[in-house]
């Protein structure tokens, strides 16, 4: 079974975190930050990875310990999830419209991190959240996920719109990316012999 839990703890924050990759995109997510708590749902829901966070953060400093914090603890748990990767499609990649924004995610499993982040936010927040911490995120989730992750805003004038379709786009780019392949089901999808 492709699950995992992953439970991190420093002075700043303690997250559990577990996925099941061939889920249903159920979610249980409770962060404390109520605008990443619904990011972190749509990231469930359209990668059809069921997903359960529980954070306690720091937050009466801000946001940001919790946000990475839970972005690593994530990345974590689709490394081992993905175990040695037999059988997956590896690479995934999305167009998502949201109203006025429109972005562009694609994505490596490829056990190299690197993110590419081409997008800016008209506004400095969201509510209360911070628009710099959805950056923050996708940088460990990808670090921490081996993820080659491409962002691109190609449209967009309203904030939450924007950070929603980022993390849409993404959610869909990863459900393909994390898919098995029917037509390598026992190969890994690398010619080097290993990911």
Known sequence: MRKATITRKTAETKIEVTLN????????????????DHMLDQL????LIDLT???DGDLHIDDHHTVEDTGIAIGQALVRALGDKIGI????SFHLAMDDALLRAALDLS????????VDFPSPKIG??????VREFFQALSTHGGITLHIDRLHGINSHH?????FKAVARALREAVEPDPRMSDAL??????L
């Not at 990759?21 to 962060?31: A, E, M, P």
């Not at 209360?128 to 911490?133: G, N, Y």
């Open 44 to 47: 469930s829901r359209h990668s």
């Open 111 to 118: 056990g190299r991190p690197y993110l590419i982040w081409n």
């Open 189 to 194: 999808p690398s010619t080097k012999g290993a």
């Open 162 to 166: 924007i950070a929603e379709a980022s």
């Open 128 to 133: 209360t959240f911070d628009c710099e911490l």
């Open 21 to 36: 990759l061939d889920g249903t995109g159920q979610y249980d997510n409770r962060t404390g930050v109520g605008f990443f």
């Open 53 to 55: 966070i529980r954070a």
């Open 89 to 92: 499609r590896r690479y995934g």
